[in-house]
């Protein structure tokens, strides 16, 4: 079970995927993405804590993708390893597949699959968002949840950036049934957002 329900994301369009925030091991995404024929090719993180990136570093080197952080979380990485070995998972080391630094324009991730990066920080340095205009699909992460919002009492957190963030995604005005995939816990919508959570707000 990961730390209150870590979500990662799976995109694929055919055989093709990529995917988001892989918590876990090596071993079980392998065998998820053999079980569905899938064919990895990259992987993107909204952040640099160790529940979000626990598998990136190794399914890189194993399916040799990139994996995709903001260089600003880069210091990050390692940080945190005594959850993974909580969870008797490996930790990342310097000797694991590095981040490649995030591209912040407008990516075509998968053929036909559009995807911006929003700048978040303040949960971390180094946070983002993926929103994808064209299916309505915003990957938050730690940001902001269903009621609540993120921490800012961790290394490189900060309060007053991380509510600019949350200004910043309500002030993209996406339409109201845009699904938000939180880092933790059930999807909601923008609508949702703005009916039940008092963060949200610009």
């Keep these: 079970m990961p730390p209150h329900n870590t979500q990662s994301v799976v995109v694929s369009v ?6 988001f925030d892989p918590w876990g091991s ?3 995404w392998a065998k998820y993405l053999d079980s569905h024929n899938l064919k990895l090719r990259a992987i993107y993180v909204t952040h640099g804590h160790p529940d979000h990136i626990a598998a990136a570093p190794k399914l890189a080197q194993k399916y040799n993708v990139n994996w995709y952080l903001h260089n600003g979380d880069f210091r990050l990485v390692g940080w945190g390893n005594d959850l ?3 969870f008797n998972l490996p930790p990342i080391t310097l000797d694991d597949v590095r981040p490649t630094a995030l591209d912040l324009s407008r990516t075509e ?3 036909g699959v559009f995807m ?4 978040t920080p303040g949960h971390t340095p180094g946070g983002v968002a993926y929103y994808f205009p064209d299916e309505q699909v915003i990957i938050i992460g730690d940001t902001i949840f269903q009621e609540s919002i993120g921490r800012y009492d961790l290394p490189g957190g900060d309060k007053n950036m991380l509510f600019r963030s949350i200004s910043v995604i309500a002030g993209m005005n996406l339409p109201p049934d845009t699904e938000v995939i939180h880092g933790h816990g ?12 008092p963060y949200f707000h610009n």
């Design 109 to 111: 991730i998968l053929p």
């Design 84 to 86: 993974l070995t909580y």
């Design 14 to 19: 055919g055989k093709d995927c990529v995917i």
């Design 186 to 197: 059930m999807a909601t919508t923008v609508d949702w957002l703005q009916k039940n959570n």
């Design 26 to 28: 090596v071993d079980d």
């Design 116 to 119: 911006d990066v929003v700048e």
